[in-house]
């Protein structure tokens, strides 16, 4: 166990987590050329094009320091605020973290909220600051800010470059001295976590864990303590660039598990495994069950591809247990789906792999978040509210709860000023604000968390010019004031664009709605009324105009073909919209309110 | 293949000579592409260059691709058109040249169309005397509007005086004359655009292509309307436009027989009709789109290398052959500006019941909202459907799902 080395990379999008990754594995002779491939620890095709790794992984090497071999497991974690509760398992799972800083950009808010989980867990932080290298960079104030934070030392801040090469042996060299080794006891009943979990069509669900206790053997009868289902371990191994199955896994050491489960839903981060028999008293703590945060509708553009797209998201749901979904029905769309995500990154990556993996065209409705509502027959029970068209009329309603979240910005001090308008438009409420350096300023907000749904995240970028990140975590049910903002297209009620709102906002949001929908649904024979209303009132309305010309005078020279291919391209974007009574609109439109600033 | 209807085999009745069912079908049209203008329209997306230096090499190149071509036209040649750019800028030795080239290797009808585009400018004493002594009978000129302020919005060569000067001189020369005019331009009034048709009746042209001013992108007319320098054009007001000029032109004896072009019985422009009903047609020059059998084919959009190319023996085409349904999707496009209409029956003996089949059950939610009627088995626009027919058609379209 003294030569265990269990750490992981904290480190924000695009500051080099993945490159510096690379290297290490490159150093330690862990890869061969021919299995080499840029950016090794993201293999899902999304996740290379959006630079965020969104499914950890761990992976093994042996780095032979002092005439010593020392086994080091690398866990990788997520990079995305909508995944930190998989953070904090894989930290959890570790003994220490490096600390990535990209010297130009210096500290994020996701950084920041990362490494503080990871000093809760007493990990030990090797700061490296990355990318010096580089003509923007700006080594010694970012080390400052560095030291700052973390009150270590200015020599402990290793100097690197992932993509140069720059500084990766200083940097294994550290992980051996400052990481320590695992401590547990070898004898005890076998305790071990679970940080992630990978489903393989072949082989059923692959369980990544760290043992703490005792130890994991092939064949073992196995119990996981919160899903009290017990397996046997059909195989046990370590993680290199492939499996390599072994006969145990001992206390300290990472690996990964087969059972032949076939359901991601069995499987849950944070849980504990331990032996069917001699179960442990203490499971590791910290477990959760995640739940969505958001919540939106889905549904297939053709209507009779409902069965199809059940498949298809039965099929997601195996590989992403945090994806959950209930059959619902809309008078607009039909059949479809309600689901939950973690977060609006999470409901894009599902989408685009409904597209991707499934072939699949779908329509995703407004995003919202869960209220509770109370009717004036029962005050004390309340009603889940996930879908707009759930929520009791007004004359039964007593009240509703909203979701808030304390939210953390970190951004440069001469952006404070836009930053706090923009949040307290948002209905936040500052609570604090800090100066972690000379010009960065943290501020703290407790706020809605359906006010992050709606163009948050664009809007702060904007205002910021881009330097202000952003982190939340979420602090229970507050009292709203709701209502419930329906549209209407040529006079009929289209439940799909339904959303609720403050009070306070509605009239404006349902103005820029109507607004949005005018510039998004395309003319056609006749005039389209667009409105928006609260109850029988109505509080705005636009109108599309009907089309009134659709022809090219003119021909090319004969340019038969030309024109052709321009209307079977008018036809094929018709075929992405909805018919909806007999106005048809476009996919996008369903999404409106999310681009009211666009 | 061929798309012509029976009861349109009876409007073409060839007087002057007798020709075969056969024949008729595969009577064919030659496009020649002259891509030279003395300035550039600020609407204009067509190929041309301002620079006349190469036009003598030009010429020299056109011939050579019409002897190389000589043996793709399945049928003897019925018109001749010279479009542009602006071939008025062609000189008595540069046409008489193409034309031999023409005659010593393509068989042309004994009465041919042969048309020349002219810009109002080109168009004086001598020049017109010159044309009138070659086998060009035919003028279409480059008029657009009678009024100064919409010459200098489109930034056209000619002023108003010239635009009915060079008509009066034409006509004692040519009878067969054709203008074109554009309307829903920016800040046009209902008044001005009446004139403008007022105009051409009172000079007595039997044939009239009116097109709607059109915003394409990449011209100066686009990045002026961006840059709020000239309002964005108005498709209601184009609508407008265009009700008036059918409207006039139709009780003045004029038939829509295309959806932009008028013409007296007699006067309809046989090019133009070629390319609506299907009927074949080799383009010559940089530019040029050519149809034969079921290959579309189109020729490279740069001058010099044009002229390379043929210097260089090779023929700069690009081509691609139609499908079935390639060919069904442009039977529905172009028959449906026509007032020949789209013929069910050609549509179920060329393309096959499952294409008919398709078709009856597209055109429905049309005919409630008055904007397709079939007369017998002809299916047309009516006259509510008409300015919409391109989203008409692309809704009647099939898709290649390749």
Redesign the interface.
Known sequence: MKNIRNFCIIAHIDHGKSTLADRLLDFTKSVTERERKEQLLDNMDLERERGITIKSHAIQMVYPYKGEDYVFNLIDTPGHVDFSYEVSRSIAACEGALLIVDAAQSIQAQTISNLYLALENDLEIIPVLNKVDLQSANPDEVTDDIVDLIGCKREDVIRASAKEGIGIEEILNAIVERVPAPKGDPEAPLRALVFDSVYNPFRGIETYFRVFDGSIKKGQSIKFVATGKNYSADEVGTLKLVQFPKKEIKAGDVGYLITGIKNAKEVKVGDTITDAENPTKNAVSGFEDVKPMVFAGIYPVETDEYEELRTAMEKLQLNDASLVFVPESSAALGFGFRCGFLGMLHLEIIQERLEREFDMTVITTVPNVSYNAYTLKDKDKPIIVSNPTDLPEPTYLDRVEEPFIKASIITKSEFVGPVMSLCIEKRGQITNQTYLTQDRVELSFDMPLAEIVFDFYDRLKTVSKGYASFDYSPIGMRKSKLVKVDVLLNGNTVDALSALLHVDNAYDIGKRICEKLKELIPRQQFDIPIQAAIGAKIIARETVKALRKDVTAKCYGGDISRKRKLLEKQKKGKKRMRQVGNVEIPQEAFMAVLKLND | MFYLSKIELKLKEFDEVNPTFEEIILMSSL?I?IPFCKQACHYCD?HFSTSLKHKDQLVEAIGKELSMRKNELPGAVENIYF?GGTPSLLSESDLTSIFETIYAHYEVVEYPEITLEANPDDLDISYLQMLSGTKVNRLSIGVQSFFEEDLKLMNRAHNAGEAESSILLAKQFFDNISIDLIYGIPEMSVERWQANLSKALELGIPHIS???L?VEPNTALKHFIDKEIIPPVD??L??LHFDILVDTLQNMGYENYE??NFGKPGYFSQNNT??WTGKF?L?IGP?????VNST?S?NINNNPKYIKALEAGELPAKR?ELSRT?RY??YI??RL?TQWGVDLKVVETEFGLNYAAYLMDHIQAFQQ?G?LKLEGDILKVTGDG??????????L?M??LK
């Open positions: 496009y592409h067509f479009g009116s097109y709607a059109t498709d209601d184009a609508k959806f932009s070629a390319y047609y383009g530019s040029a789109h050519s149809f579309r189109w691609e390639d999707n442009e496009m172009t500006r909202q904007l008409k300015f919409l027919s391109d989203g008409i058609a692309s809704e379209f898709l290649n």
